[in-house]
């Protein structure tokens, strides 16, 4: 190693640790004023990486207060730094580093909520994608339709939670929060996705999330609407009701659908 | 881009933007709020920044590039930008005399080198590779310096226009920057904004500090969080009189005000740039 990529091995090692001590080899001056330099930079890393946080995760920000949130952003970044300047990414792993982190333990939900939130964020962040139109659905055979491979928008995602996450997320959406009427109890599924600029979280049965997830997995449509009328069977995978057509009418009328493959086209409608 | 003034767009104002016939002239986004690793970047900042852009001319300005490291550039981060850069084809493009990313690691802030013979080749072969990747001249901007690395071997000022000989690149002159450094180290800055070369200068910053004193020791910070201080206008005032109008960026990036409180400190940018437009061309 040079001695220049020791000077920044060793700038690097006392920010990722937090060091209150400057590495004072490193700079000029008496040691009061290096230790008033260094806390400047300290701080302005671990104070920008929690904004950075805080702005992905408005609503847990709000659930745990601002103090709080600061002190699980700082814990977070000692396990894990940004990798890239694309820092809008760094919320990557906050859900599940809020699923273990002892201080929240009571709030067994948040880390639910945490990666709702993010699902939202990379949703609003997500690539330009076009939505075939219901005339382009309207040109494929019937008879294609059983064995037709539906592409969806990445920017959509579809999520399952233990926890009423949704409608938990949903009621910090309003001005007057009013959660006397949420069963801690019953677990949601929940859609999200952006359409004309705007990003959509809403509550969905657990067939229809079966179904839409086994469509982004590369399922034919026979089959993920199978799969969603095993979960409408089965009380212990959700029950509930599921129609085709008002799913695909939801796909059609949120502009979801990117292609329709079929194993007879080599290539899809909409390329 | 023109010699006026122009303002750093933040989301909040992106509507009062579209608008907008007063002072703000031309508009200066981070490159990394809108940089993705996806070939069609798309979302609603995606979408105001088309619309801002046939209104205003544009600066794509970079703070995460990290051309201070003494490791190769982040290839992802350099195609990601390139690709902004292709799309939007803004008239300025400007990154920092600065690192923030080290083996993997990146720290979100503008960390400081020592400007030495190492580390200037080093800064030069980056931004050589930069310029080449994007097929145009960048500007690099003088940071705002809380300490002094120890080998330091040359001035900021000898660095940086060390830096212009060798790759062509221009500068991004940060007023406030200056007096922040100065400050923060003791040193004169009206001697340096005295000596810049006003030929390499693409563009000037201004922007707000906030002061920290602890244990008796005072510290300016550039926050970019308040008004254009009285001193920082006043070296403004003397770096315009000596080389003559340049763009000229209000930047405010923490506890953004209203759109009014940035159109103002545009208008006494734009006041110091007309009255220096108005006597021609004699001091460049």
């Known amino acids: ?271 | 881009m023109p010699a006026s003034a122009g303002i750093g767009a933040k989301s909040q104002h992106f509507e009062a933007l579209a608008c907008a016939s007063g002072p703000v002239k031309w508009i200066e986004v981070h490159a990394e709020n809108y940089m993705s690793r996806d070939v069609k970047p798309g979302g609603p900042h995606h979408s105001w920044l088309e619309r801002l852009r046939e209104q205003y001319p544009l600066s794509i300005h970079g703070v995460g590039l990290s051309l201070g490291s003494p490791e190769p550039l982040d290839p992802d981060h350099l195609d990601g930008l390139k690709r902004l850069v292709d799309i939007y084809q803004p008239a300025l493009v400007s990154e920092h005399l600065a690192w923030s990313r080290w083996q993997g690691k990146f720290f979100n802030d503008l960390l400081p080198i020592p400007y030495t013979a190492a580390s200037l080749e080093n800064f030069c072969d980056h931004v050589d590779q930069t310029q080449e990747v994007l097929g145009r001249q960048i500007l690099i901007e003088n940071p705002s310096a809380y300490l002094s690395p120890k080998d330091t071997e040359m001035s900021e000022l000898d660095f940086l226009s060390e830096l212009t000989r060798r790759t062509g690149c221009g500068l991004l002159f940060d007023v406030n920057n200056v007096y922040v450094s100065a400050k923060n180290s003791g040193t004169d800055a009206a001697a340096y904004i005295d000596a810049v070369p006003g030929a390499l200068i693409g563009e000037v910053h201004l922007a707000g500090f906030t002061r920290d004193v602890t244990d008796t020791i005072e510290i300016l910070i550039d926050t970019h969080g308040a008004l254009v201080h009285d001193d920082v206008w006043q070296l403004y005032n003397r770096l315009i009189e000596r080389v003559g109008a340049l763009p000229t960026l209000i930047e405010w990036d923490t506890d953004v005000p209203e759109f009014g409180v940035l159109e103002s400190e545009a208008g006494l940018a734009e006041r110091v740039l007309g009255f220096n437009r108005m006597l021609g061309s004699a001091h460049v």
């Open chain 1, 1 to 271: 190693m040079s001695e220049m990529q020791s000077w920044h091995q060793d700038f690097a090692d006392a920010l990722v640790g937090g060091s209150r001590d400057a590495p004072s080899r490193l700079f000029g001056g008496t040691p009061e004023r290096v230790a008033a330099g260094w806390r400047v930079y300290r701080n302005n890393v671990a104070h920008s990486l929690a904004e950075v946080l805080r702005d992905s995760f408005p609503t847990v920000d709000t659930l745990v207060g601002s103090d709080f949130f600061r002190q699980a952003a700082h814990e977070f970044q000692k396990q894990a730094m940004p990798v890239s300047a694309m820092v809008w990414e760094y919320g990557h792993g906050f859900a599940d580093f809020l699923d273990h982190y002892s201080e929240v333990k009571s709030l067994p939900w948040l880390g639910d909520v945490a990666r709702l939130e993010f699902a939202r964020w990379q949703s609003y962040h997500g690539p330009a994608e076009d939505a075939l139109t219901p005339e382009h659905l309207q040109a494929i055979p019937p008879e294609r339709f059983s064995d037709a491979r539906f592409k969806l928008k990445t920017t959509l995602s579809v999520m399952s939670s233990d926890y009423p996450v949704v409608s938990i997320w949903m009621e910090h959406q309003e001005d007057s929060p009013d959660f006397s009427a949420i069963n801690l109890d019953v677990g949601e599924r929940g859609m999200t996705y952006r359409q004309a600029g705007s990003v959509y979280t809403r509550k969905i049965e657990p067939s229809l999330a079966r179904f839409l997830t086994a469509l982004q997995a590369g399922e034919v449509l026979t089959c993920a609407s199978q799969q969603a009328m095993e979960v409408c069977g089965d009380p212990d995978l959700g029950g509930g009701a599921f129609s085709l057509v008002g799913a695909l009418a939801l796909l059609v009328s949120s502009e979801l659908i990117t292609d329709v493959v079929t194993d007879a086209m080599e290539k899809g409608i909409g390329e």
